[in-house]
Structures are given as C-alpha cells and as structure tokens.
C-alpha cells in the first residue's frame, strides 16, 4: 500500500513544454474575454503539473491552448524547443502526436457508432502507424495497459461505465506515444471510489511510460494527489507556482490560501472548524478588477492593489507568487 | 429533542417493469429532530436523490413510493395526493436543488418566484407578500435586496441562484428543508458560503435539513448525523463524528480510504486504495449484501441474506456481518486525516 509510485524529477532537465506570456482572446458581442492574459509556465519531461482554478478561470483554454486546439493571440508554446504557435496545421501535424488531450468525458465527442477498438485505433490510422494487423495488435495492447479487457474493442462506448470510458480516453491519449498528456478534469465526472481507480492509474502510466502530464482540475485534493508542481490560476492569470509540498505547508498568495480554506475537511480532531470564507463572487471575466483581479474579494487588499498589478515574483526556491504581500 | 421532525419507516421506491419491479430505494428508515442535519451520503445511483424526492411525492410513474409511515411532525404524509400533497410542498417541507438555473423560472423576476411561494400558501396581500420577499433576500445575504427583488435569474451568479433557492424554500418557513446536492455545481469559495448559510438558518430556525451529497468533506463539517446508502440500502449510520473517526462498514471505510489528498509520505506518493469493481446494476441486485461482490471481508453467508442493521452505540446502526474482522483488519484502516 505504501509503495513509491513517484516519477523522479531531477531539477536540472530541459523542461519539455515552455509556455511564454500566452495571450487567448475571445471577441463576443458582450465584450473580450481575456481567458488567457499573459501566462507562463513550464513542465519537464514525466512531471505533473496541476492547473487549479474555480470556473472561468482560463484553466481548459489554456490546456486546448496549449494542444493548439485554440489559437492563441500572442505568446509562444515550445515543445522541445519548437514554437508550436508558428507552426502552419500541416506543420502542426507530426507535433499533434506529442501532445493528446484526455477530457472530463472523452467519450461525449466520439462517435458513438464507433468500437472502442476503432476509436482508439483512429489516431494510429491518422498518423498512418502501422497495418491493420500490427494496429489490431496495439489496441489490444493499449487496452490491457489501461486495465480493460480485449474484448472491449468488439464493444461501443455506451456498453462502459464512467470510469471505464475514461480508461478507453486514456488509451486513445496513449496510442501515439506522447510525451505529454492535457488531462482536463479527468476524474470530475467520477465517484470516489472509481476516482481512485483512475488516478492510481494515471500515476502507474506515468512512471511506466515517462509521458508528462498537465492535470486539470478544480479539485484541489485530486490535484494535490497527482502532482509535482502545481500552478494556481485566476481570472486568467496565474497567481501562484509552487511544488506541492510548497503550496501546501505555506501558500503564499491570498487566493491559494482562500481556496484551501474554502474545502470542507474530514478533520476528527477539528469537528466544528470555522474558516474564513473569501466574501463575494468572482467577478465577471468579461471585465474583470484593474490591477490585481483578487483585490475585491482579498482580505488583504489594499488601494494600491486596485491600481497596480503584481507580478510574478520568486518568494521561495521554485516558488513564484503575484502578490505585492508575498 | 423531544419527538423528531420527520419520522420515515421502511421508505421503498419501485419502479415496475416488464419482468419485475426494480427496487431503487429499499425499506428505508430515519429520524431527523429540529435543529439536526442528516446527511445522507453515497454515490451516484445509491438512491439518496430519489429517497429526497420520495418524500415530497415528486416520483412520477413508473415509479412508486411505499412504505410504512413518514411522518412529518407527527403527521403520516405517505401517500398524499393532490391539494394536501399540495399544501405541504413548500410550505411545511421544502427542498432545494443541485442546479438552481433550472429550478428557477427564467422569464420570472426573483421576487415574482418568490411572492408566488408564499401566496401558494398563505392567504396575504401582494404588498405584504412583497415586504418578505425582500426581508427573505436579506435573509440568505443577497446585498441590496430592494432592487435585487426585480433581478431575473440570468442577471444573477450561480451562487446567487442558490440563494434565491434558499430564499423560496424558507419563504413559508419550513420544518424540514431536503437539500440535494446543494453545492456541487458551485465553485469551492462560493459552496462553502452556501452551506455556512443553511447552518446559521439551522441554527437560528431550528429547521431539521436533510443533506444529500456525495462529498465526506461537507458531510464533516455541516452534519450531525450521517446515514450511508449503497445501492439502495441503509449499510450504516452514525453521528458525523464517530462515522469518521471510526466507520464501520466496509464500504464506509472503502469511502473514507478513497479520497485523495495527504497521500505523500516524506515526499513520496503512495496509492490510493480503490473500491474495485462498480455498484451493481438495480436489475441484477444480488440477494444478500448489495456491497458483496466488492468488499474484501465477504464470506458465503453474506451472499445467502440481506444483512441486518446491528445497533451500535446510541443511536446507530451497521448492516454488516463482519465488523469485527473488518475492524481487526490494519489493511482496511481509514485514513481520517485525508481530506
């Protein structure tokens, strides 16, 4: 039970994904959304790196962002040194099999006439790998990595279970050999018990295969679970990044503090705990506070904060905060 | 506490099919007193929602409510039909729901929702109706609730929402006020705003509220009591305090284990124990224990009958025949410190 699942993450490997001041409009006739304003972040090669927020923060844009399936405005997305957002589509193509994005129900935008084993061998035939024969072969072995029998392949998704859809959406994320996977909520949809089942899961493809992960969520204990640094967003800009044991024993930016105090806990020792709530809603993304986006709901703002935004500023050895108390 | 506020005795709900009725609720049965929330928790097709619904008749054919009493202050409101069934919705019971966009009327301003609650059942003037209204606003903390009171509800966050839910449930003032799911669409700062509010109108109203929810961590920290439900049955209940420090059952504790979070020992990740297998379908519902199939302690006579509640301390209760070994058991030790 208390075996060492943890990938080893030495400090100084190349990142594998370097995102630079990323920028992701969207124009409507309310207004401009600034999903993404001005983000920057990077993951090495086999790390998680946890993307944490409340709706309509900009986590998902970022991640669909990031796999190019929205085009930024400006900013740049390296993978391994080649700037993804220059590239032309077909330029894109031979980097697409790098990057696969697992969503919330990965199912929900498939084919539902389609076997699992089709839809799992559809990228293999996209990318032209291998004949049938040698394809047939690699979804079964793509099912049994991913703990599902061989026959499912001969089955259609509405035959599967929640969790079981998310096991064939992690085995067409895998087909391509990536070298990092956008999970985008991947559990969100799943009950505890099966929740478990699939991060247990995710964590034994990791240090098997050594891909990277982006993880998703807005589940603050899944995230914690899962990763190895962890970046905290709001309103579009990260406020805060950290590695876990980092965020955790001492959060440095008022949002992240808020955020773990909003979790209701099991705590036997503390029945009865009352926190200090964050006041008030988040504000509309379409016209979100001047200066820093928190202040109208910080406890700790003052009025400079409504004129000045922080910048992301190192509070700690790999600890970054935007925050003029931090 | 004197005599509870809701009393229900061997609650079923069936659905009849070719081939036989499904049971999705089964012989179901709980008290709740003023001024107590019962949480009642599982996961997604245990029954809790359908067992909230259940009491305020809101299960509609082929569905069918039975059992023996559910007594609402002393009352048997089981089986009530038309302008009595009527009369107790939203006026002595009131319920609110997981996604308060669809529960709201949208070409409806909130305090038209609202005034049409209270003149369903109180015989008062549009003015009067009105002032409460606006006095209910302030109540579950909507700032400015004069002008507010003509806000539609796509003008208001989802938050907010939730607010002018609670508001129309409280409009006639309660006794018992079912909550299914009241936080799970909503973002963590606001959940926790939420349920701080339906714990101060406990507090100051002595309303009996039934929580329904899926997540322990709220279970923790806004109920008194907990009842677990696994595939339609009751398999243990406790008060919130000793379910967590010490739950009995092997599918409690399974739950307890599963949560992620404080899972790294001096750095490193170790696993997070599963549940294996799924919930088993309401057609193919075995005839013993419902959680046999997944449960690591199971023996033969788990299979044979349906195992029966066994008190435990005061007031609770396990159906379980192998708590001791489950107890004994190191590999089945819940980790309370998860959150």
Known sequence: MHQNTQPLVATHIEPLLTVNDL?????????????????????????????????????????RAIARLVEPQSGSVRLGGVDLTRLTRSGMRPYRRDIQVVFQDPLASLDPRCTVGMLIGEPLRIHGIGDRRQRRDRIADLLSKVGLSADSADRYPHQFSG?????????RALALDPRLIILDEPVSAL????????????????????????????????VEYVSDRVAVMYLGRIVETSTREKLWSSPAHPYTR???DSIPRIDTGDLGRRRHMVQGDLPSAYNPPEGCHFHTRCPRAEEFCAVESPILRTVADSHVAACHFA | MGEPVLSVDGLSVRFDRKGGALTAVDGLSFDISAGETLA???????????????????VAAPGRIEGRSVKLQGRDILGLEGEALRRLRGNRIAMIFQEPMTALNPVLTIGEQIIEAITAHEDISHQKARDRAVSLLDRVRIADPRRRVNDYPHHLSGGMRQRVMIAIALACNPALLVADEPTTALDVTIQSQILELLDQIKRESGTAILLITHDLGVVSEYSDRVLVMYAGRKVEERTTRDLLKSPLHPYTRGLIAARPGRHHVNGLRTRLSEIPGMVPSLAEMPHGCGFAARCSFVVDACRIARPPLIPVGADGAVACLRIEEARASEHAAARCDAY
């Open chain 1, 191 to 222: 009950d505890v018990s099966v929740q478990a089942q699939i991060l247990n899961l995710l964590v034994d493809l990791q240090s098997k295969l050594g891909v990277a992960y982006l993880f998703i969520s807005h589940d603050l204990s899944v």
């Open chain 1, 23 to 63: 920028v992701v409009r969207f124009d409507s006739s309310r207004g401009t959304v600034h999903a993404v304003d001005g983000v920057s972040l990077s993951i090495k090669p086999g790390e998680t790196l946890g993307l944490v927020g409340e709706s309509g923060c900009g986590k998902s844009t970022l991640g």
């Open chain 2, 40 to 58: 009642i928790v599982g996961e997604s097709g245990c029954g809790k929602s359908l067992t909230a619904l259940a009491l305020l008749g809101l």
């Open chain 1, 163 to 171: 969790g079981q859809r998310q096991r064939i959406g992690i085995a």
């Open chain 1, 258 to 260: 808020a955020l773990f």
